[in-house]
């Protein structure tokens, strides 16, 4: 399986465009169901706003929802998907509501707002990267700690939860591909003595600009 990516986690942006009121909520999701729930969730919220406009996008079945929720056809729901189209996100669901001003923006301006509201709520959650990670622990002299430690930025690792007693067991996330120079690095920090496990593989959503935890 491919990796791919998908929003961090769930955020709220809002702007102001002619006086009209534009909130976008974005969550990570893993069904319709769920998508769903969250639509719905906003409308009872925004009960007394004049659009809750949406869109969907899960990887399992390739399936892409949305709707203008009373706009202009192809003014809100579409261009909240582009967004996530155009940023290769999947399992994804976003609600725009909107709190009309008074003032008309007409179609290329709400198209533009609604894909505004949309970016921004992204921008504001992060995009993740979901890819298989190798598990690996080896045992660590208290002294080396921290130079072990150094070594994982440079091979796009994570540290993971370590367990302390007459040696440190250590444990890290790698990129598959990885564990080899792991492994020479270890030996070469320890004469030798420190010799990386393999202990599994674990898909796992990583923030895409970071690399280091």
Same mark, same amino acid.
């Given at each position: 399986m491919a990796e791919y990516y998908v929003?961090?986690?769930?955020? /709220?942006? %809002?702007?102001?465009?002619?006086?009209?009121?534009?909130?976008?909520?974005?969550?990570?999701? /893993?069904? %319709?169901?769920e998508a769903r729930a969250h639509i719905e969730e906003m409308r009872k919220k925004h009960y007394d706003s004049r659009h809750n406009c949406w869109a969907y996008r899960l990887r399992e079945g390739g399936i892409e929802r949305y709707s203008d929720d009373g706009e202009p056809q192809g003014t809100a729901g579409q261009p909240i998907l582009n967004v996530f189209q155009r940023e290769e996100v999947w399992n994804v669901v976003c609600v725009v509501t909107r709190y009309f001003g008074g003032i008309l923006l007409g179609a290329g301006g709400l198209t533009r707002a609604y894909g505004r509201s949309a970016k921004d709520a992204l921008d504001a959650s992060g995009i993740s990267v979901v890819r298989p990670w190798s598990m690996v622990e080896v045992d660590c002299p208290y002294p080396l700690f921290e130079r072990v430690k150094l070594e994982l930025p440079p091979l796009?690792?994570?540290?993971?939860?370590?367990?302390?007693g007459a040696d440190i067991t250590f444990r890290a996330l790698l990129p598959q591909g990885m564990e080899e120079q792991f492994g020479q690095r270890m030996g070469e920090l320890s004469a030798g003595g420190a010799v990386p496990r393999i202990m599994g593989t674990e898909w796992k959503a990583v923030p895409r600009d970071e690399k280091f935890l």
């Open positions: 929003p961090t986690k769930m955020a /709220e942006a %809002e702007f102001v465009e002619k006086r009209s009121r534009f909130i976008g909520n974005i969550w990570p999701v /893993e069904s %319709e169901e796009g690792g994570i540290e993971g939860d370590h367990d302390f």
